[in-house]
């Protein structure tokens, strides 16, 4: 998946909300070895400090943790995981909700469109 960076904010946040959305969406599981840095940053067309600065942001917040000479890996806290799941979701319905009510729709238009919106995707 591209690395859909913009300009608009500053580019380490991005990648570490990248990182950090691959980590829950299982790219990396718990405990996994993460790529290099020099790997990472050019993948996603970064200099090499950039990423470097996402990934320390990730260990001070306890995603990412550090092993001298073997690299990083992704903590195995299932409980901080969950956590973030749950957190990335909830601002991503508040923003939906916040995008239909621009469009006019009222709480429970919303909800009917999602209802059948999930009964048209099975």
């Given amino acids: 998946m591209p690395w859909d960076l913009d300009n608009d904010r500053p580019i380490y946040l991005q990648l570490m909300e990248r990182i950090q959305q691959d980590i829950i969406a299982g790219v990396y599981a718990p405990g996994d070895k993460l790529p290099s840095v020099r790997d990472l940053a050019l993948d996603a067309s970064v200099n090499p400090n950039t990423m470097q600065k996402a990934l320390s942001e990730l260990e001070r917040s306890g995603l990412v943790y550090s092993q001298r000479t073997s690299g990083r890996f992704i903590t195995e806290d299932e409980t901080m995981l969950k956590k973030i799941k749950l957190d990335l979701a909830s601002e991503h319905i508040r923003q939906f909700f ?19 919106t999930l009964k048209e995707d099975k």
């Fill in 98 to 116: 916040e995008k239909m009510t621009l469009l006019g729709f009222k709480n429970q238009e919303i909800l009917e469109l999602v209802q059948e």
